[in-house]
Each structure stands twice: as C-alpha cells, then as structure tokens.
C-alpha cells in the first residue's frame, strides 16, 4: 500500500478516468433532472474492469446494477452509454435498458443480483459444446453471496467444468449492509466448497491487478474449469445517488484508497494531463448527447 502505484500507458490512464469523469458527470446530470431511473457509479473501482478488459477481448461479459465502468471498459462507446442512459437517440439499447439493462454483441447487465451466473454458465456450456476457447467472466459483488443462484450456478459451473471467470468486487459493503453483518464465513471458503479455484487480491494498483489475473484467465480458458477472483476495493460513492449512510469519518478513510489519487500524487504531470483529455471529452460528450432528440423507447 505505501509503495507507488506502476506508471500507466496512456490507454489504462485514459480508460479508467474517463469512467471516473463520466460517472461523476452522471451524478451532476441526475441532480440538475436530466437523468431520470436511477444510476449505480463505481467510483473508487474503475481499475478493476480497465486491468482486465484486455485479458478478455473476445469474451462474454456479463455484469451488474454496478455496471458503467464494466462497459466503458469492455466496449468503450461512452456516447451510446450515455445516449442510453438519457434516454437519447444512439443509445446502445435505444433507450429501452437504462443504466441496468445493457446489452452490446458479447455485453449483457442486469440489476437483478445473482441473475447474471446462471445464464453466464449457459453461455460458457454452450462455448464448450461449439468447440470455441472464449470464455465467460461474471461481476458481481460481495453482497451478492446472499442469493441462492450464485450457489447453483457454481455447482454446475463445477460439475459441467464450463469456462466461468467469477470477479468479486469486494467492497465491504451492499447497498448499507456492511459485509460482515450477512457474510458468515468468506467467500473463498464457500467458493473452495465446490472445489473451484479462488484467488484473491487487495492491490490498488492496476498493472499489478491485470499481472494477477492474468494467469488465471489463461487457466479457465485452456482448462475449461471455473475460477473466482476476488478483488478487494473501495466503493468511494454513495451506493445509488444520495444513499450514502456510511460516516464521514469513513469516508474519509475510504479516500486515502483512491487508485486515482494514489497515481496522481505519484505522476502529478501525466496524471494532469490525461485528467484534462478525460474532463474536455465528457464535456464534450455530454453536451453532444444532451443536444439529441429522445429515442423512441427513451427510459428518460
Ligand atoms: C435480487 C435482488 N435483490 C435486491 C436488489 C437491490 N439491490 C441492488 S444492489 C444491492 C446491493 C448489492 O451489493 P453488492 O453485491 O455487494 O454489490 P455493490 O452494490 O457493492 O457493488 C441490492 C440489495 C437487487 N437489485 N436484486
């Protein structure tokens, strides 16, 4: 934790601020009403989906409620996404998916928690069955160890030995329920129950996450066997909008495992220089979006 962050090519850099500047941009939107539904930001976890996107080009990605860093990291298009998060014409979903419900060739989300592993085990029998070495990897959250389809969903993922990337962005917290007030055990332990594999990492820093991972990414693809990873982090923001009932004091805390401001302390001119490319283009995307007429399905 004291050592500094590795330096970032200018793409890791670019991708994991504009998820930050894009979502911070949404909170400004949905308080001034030109965002209607609801939004769930990843700020404080945006190096999560940028360290490993590019260990699963070609994959299936299904994700969360949590999910705009997912896909601004997996399928770039900050302009359909926010297009489809206002409702806009040009929306990756024509509006009719929202902030939850995004699909875009091998992306799928869903806001219901525990739906996506089923159907990502599906997915992965079938790549089995087609004689096809792309494989499947599934966001979900700590909180999400309560539902019961995580649990059937890794007895068959086991059983079937179908090529499931499991990514647990552990961050100590659902909604308002600290983890440790509904997880009884760990989540390795649950997860070794089923003889699946499981790593763990609490680094904040992006090159050495992606070094983590990277093995066991080629394992589940090579092996055809599931694997979890588990990856401890931050949540920096409220859980939706306003929803934050955590005390400032641990908020507070909670800063000081800014990635973001970890690397900028460390590279303050890079850092400067690719903070203002990020904030000029969700600028500009933004204004470009807002001009546009609402899509037939709009959600807005
Ligand atoms: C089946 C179901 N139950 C409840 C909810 C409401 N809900 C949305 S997110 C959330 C907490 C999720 O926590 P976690 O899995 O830890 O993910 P995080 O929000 O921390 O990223 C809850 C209870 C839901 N979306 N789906």
Known sequence: MTAAPSPLDDADLDAGLLIRRFEEQLLRLYADGHLGGTTHTCLGQEYVPVALAPLLTGDFVFSNH?????????????????????????GVC?????????????????????????????????????GQDRIVVA????????????????????????????????????QSTPTGAQLAGTIAGRVTGFGITVSESDSLDLA?????????????????????????????????????????????????????????????DRFSAADARARRRVAEISADVLARPAARGGVA
């Open 94 to 130: 024509h509006g009719y998916g929202g902030s939850q419900h995004l699909r875009r060739e091998r992306f799928l989300s869903t806001g219901v928690q525990g739906e996506s592993l089923p159907a990502a085990v599906g997915v992965g029998l079938h790549l089995n069955r087609t």
């Open 139 to 174: 966001y979900i959250g700590d909180g999400t160890w309560g539902e019961g389809a995580v649990y059937e969903a890794l007895n068959m993922a086991a059983l079937w030995r179908v090529p499931l990337l499991v990514v647990v962005e552990h961050n100590r917290i659902a």
């Open 208 to 268: 050495e996450v992606r070094a983590a991972a990277a093995p066991h990414v080629e394992r589940v693809r090579t092996t055809r066997q599931p694997h979890v990873l588990v990856q401890h982090t931050v949540r920096l923001g409220p859980h939706s909008k306003g929803d934050d009932t955590r005390p400032a004091e641990e908020l507070d805390r909670l800063r000081r495992f800014d990635w973001l401001q970890r690397y900028a302390a460390a590279y303050p």
């Open 66 to 90: 949590r999910g705009h860093g997912h896909y601004l990291a997996h399928c770039g298009d900050p302009e359909g996404l926010l297009a489809e998060l206002l409702g806009r014409e040009g």
